[in-house]
C-alpha cells in the first residue's frame, strides 16, 4: 500500500501516480498531506507520494516541514530530502552546484549594498538578475548596464521585490494568448492579479536583502532541459521566446533527441550520483565552445510538456526509443525502497 496527496486537479504528479497505480493494480490510497493526523493517515503504507508546489501558500508553509520530519523518521517518501530541500531555491542551488564542482553558469549573490556595488564596479554586462524563486521564467530579468545594475541593488536593500511578478504575469499570458496557447480567460486573470496578486505571493512577502546575479551566456536561442528519475533520463530542447533570452516557460518545444547534446545527458546522470536524488530536471546553456552550463535544477515539471519525447537514456547513455512513463517509474523505485526498509 502506498499513499498519495489527494490532489488530482492540479497539473502536478498525483493524477499520474494514480493511474499508474490504476493500471497496475497497484494498492493505494489517498490521503490529505494538510490533515493535522497525516502521520497517523501513513501508518501500514510504504511510501508517500506528494509532488508540493512553489506557487501554494499552503505548501509554501509546511511541504518541506512533513516532507524532511517523515525522510528523517526513515519513511519512503517522494521527494525526499536530498531530491527537494533546494526547490525553488536558485541561492540554495548556488552553493550546492559549486560544492559539487557541477558546471554552474558563474554565479553571484550578495547580502550587503556595498559588496554588490564594489562588485558591479568591477564586472561587466549583461548580467541576468533573478530572485531565488519563480518558474517559468518568472523574476528573471537582463541587466544590461551598471547603473540598471544599482537600481536593482538599491530595490533589494530597501522595499525589496514582490515574489510574484504582475506585470510580467501579464506581459506572458498575452503572448501566450496571441500565439494560441491559452485562451483569452487568461489575460483576464492577468489584469485581476495586478490589483490581487495569488495568495501565496502574501504568504511569501517581498524579497529583500540579497540580490542574486548570472554571466549572461550570449549565442543561445533555447535551453536543454534532461530529467533524471532513479536510472534513466529524457530530455526536451526549449526555443527562447520571440525577441527574448529565456527559454523556460516559453512552450516552443523541440522533442527530437537529436538535438540533445549527450554531453549534458552524461553531466546530468553524474550529477544525479553526487545529489543522491530521486529526480532531478536541470537546465542548460550551451557556452561558445558548446561546452553544458548548468543553470538550475528541480525536482518537478510541468508534466503535460513530456508525453511527446520520443525515448529515453540509461546510465550507458543507450538510447532506448518509444513511449514511456516517468511518473510510474517513480513508483516502482519506491515500492522498491519501501520493500528494502
Request: hydrophobic share 30%.
Given at each position: 500500500m502506498i499513499a498519495i496527496h489527494n490532489n488530482l486537479r492540479d497539473h502536478l504528479f498525483h493524477f499520474r501516480w494514480k493511474a499508474y497505480c490504476d493500471e497496475f493494480d497497484i494498492p493505494?490510497?489517498?490521503?490529505?498531506?494538510?490533515?493535522s493526523n497525516i502521520i497517523e493517515e501513513l501508518k501500514g503504507c510504504k511510501a508517500l507520494f506528494f509532488h508540493f508546489n512553489?506557487?501554494?501558500p499552503r505548501d509554501n508553509v509546511m511541504a518541506k516541514s512533513l516532507i524532511f520530519s517523515l525522510d528523517q523518521a526513515g519513511i519512503p517518501i517522494f521527494p525526499d530530502f536530498k531530491t527537494a530541500w533546494h526547490f525553488d531555491d536558485k541561492v540554495g542551488q548556488k552553493y550546492l552546484l559549486e560544492a559539487l564542482d557541477a558546471p554552474l553558469v558563474p554565479t553571484w549573490v550578495f547580502y550587503d549594498k556595498n559588496s554588490a556595488n564594489q562588485w558591479i564596479v568591477n564586472t561587466t554586462f549583461p548580467k541576468v538578475f533573478k530572485l531565488r524563486g519563480?518558474?517559468?521564467s518568472q523574476n528573471v530579468q537582463l541587466v544590461r548596464t551598471a547603473a540598471e545594475a544599482k537600481k536593482m541593488v538599491n530595490k533589494a536593500f530597501s522595499?525589496?521585490?514582490a515574489a510574484y511578478d504582475s506585470v510580467g504575469s501579464l506581459k506572458e499570458r498575452f503572448r501566450k494568448w496571441r500565439s494560441g496557447k491559452v485562451p483569452a480567460s487568461e489575460v483576464g486573470k492577468g489584469l485581476v492579479r495586478l490589483v490581487q496578486p495569488p495568495r501565496y505571493a502574501k504568504v511569501m512577502g517581498n524579497e529583500m536583502d540579497y540580490v542574486y546575479f548570472q554571466e549572461f551566456i550570449p549565442e543561445n536561442d533555447a535551453d536543454i532541459r534532461v530529467v533524471v528519475v532513479g536510472d534513466k533520463a529524457f530530455a526536451i530542447k526549449r526555443m527562447n521566446r520571440e525577441n527574448d533570452f529565456r527559454a523556460?516557460?516559453?512552450g516552443f518545444i523541440v522533442y527530437d533527441e537529436k538535438q540533445i547534446p549527450l554531453n549534458c545527458v552524461q553531466i546530468s546522470f553524474e550529477v544525479q550520483q553526487k545529489l543522491q536524488a530521486q529526480c532531478i530536471a536541470y537546465d542548460y546553456v550551451m557556452d561558445q565552445n558548446q561546452n553544458p552550463l548548468l543553470v538550475e535544477i528541480s525536482f518537478g515539471f510541468a508534466n503535460q510538456?513530456?508525453?511527446?519525447c520520443t525515448g529515453y537514456w540509461d546510465q550507458e547513455l543507450n538510447w532506448h526509443p518509444g513511449k514511456f512513463n516517468p511518473y510510474g517509474w517513480m513508483v516502482d523505485m519506491m515500492i522498491q525502497k519501501g520493500t528494502k526498509a
Open positions: 493505494y490510497k489517498l490521503v490529505d498531506c494538510y490533515a512553489q506557487a501554494s519563480g518558474a517559468g522595499s525589496g521585490f523556460s516557460g516559453s510538456g513530456y508525453d511527446a
